[in-house]
């Protein structure tokens, strides 16, 4: 029976969306890591990404701009977030659309290092084949080029990841190992590292 179960990661990232944000927002749903709780991992504590700088907010600024600002300093100092991923979680809180978008223009953040924060978060917590991982990231509202540049320097080894994910499948249900390097290459892996993923588990 062809199982093409749906990644085992989504309830993982499900985790680390509310615990790095306090956000209402879900984690991604994407074909090569879409997901059920059930399939879950545990969630890695967030990489502390500071920003470069801590510009304060200009003279012009109103007091919710000011504050707003603050508050993204504050998240971008623990946990990677996009632009406009920061712009919902400030509005999240509370703030107006003009307060969040003024502190995410003005926080100093660097975006690729925020995706490369993202990215090494997400594979210290589970198995991300490279296209997997950058449509998570381009889910979490990374452009296309900083999800790129996260997956591409996070220092995964693609194998392992497949190692990883194999022995995930493999610890919630039976496959044959065909079915398995499948389940891989669904998920985004190379023909290659699903062949190296299965090895790893036994086949």
Same mark, same amino acid.
């Given at each position: 029976m062809n199982k093409k179960l749906l990644s085992i990661s989504a309830a993982a990232l499900i985790a680390l969306s509310l615990s790095a944000c306090g956000s209402s927002t879900p984690a991604a749903s994407t074909p090569s890591q879409d997901t059920t709780a059930a399939q879950s991992g545990t969630t890695a504590p967030a990489a502390s990404t500071p920003a470069e700088t801590t510009?304060?907010?200009?003279s012009s600024a109103t007091l919710g701009e000011k504050n707003a600002?603050?508050?993204? &300093? =504050?998240?971008?100092? /623990?946990? +990677? $977030?996009?632009h406009d991923g920061l712009v919902q979680q400030l509005e999240f809180e509370g703030y107006s659309t003009e307060e969040a978008t003024y502190a995410a223009d003005n926080c100093g953040a660097d975006? =690729? &290092? %925020?995706?490369?924060? #993202?990215?090494? =978060?997400? /594979?210290? %917590?589970? +198995? $991300?084949?490279?296209? @997997?991982?950058?449509? &998570?990231?381009? $889910?979490?509202?990374y452009t296309d080029e900083q999800a790129a540049y996260g997956a591409?320097?996070? @220092?995964?080894?693609? =194998?392992?990841?497949?190692?990883? #994910?194999? &022995?995930?499948? %493999?610890? %919630?249900?039976?496959?044959?190992?065909? @079915?398995?390097?499948?389940?891989?290459t669904f998920d985004g892996y190379t023909a290659e590292q699903a062949a190296y993923g299965a090895k790893a588990v036994g086949y």
């Open positions: 510009p304060a907010a200009d600002l603050k508050s993204a &300093q =504050n998240y971008i100092s /623990t946990s +990677g $977030f996009s975006w =690729n &290092q %925020m995706a490369l924060a #993202s990215a090494k =978060n997400y /594979t210290d %917590m589970s +198995g $991300f084949s490279r296209d @997997g991982l950058v449509k &998570q990231l381009q $889910f979490e509202k591409d320097n996070c @220092g995964a080894d693609w =194998n392992e990841m497949a190692a990883r #994910s194999a &022995q995930s499948y %493999m610890d %919630m249900s039976s496959f044959s190992r065909q @079915g398995l390097i499948d389940q891989l």
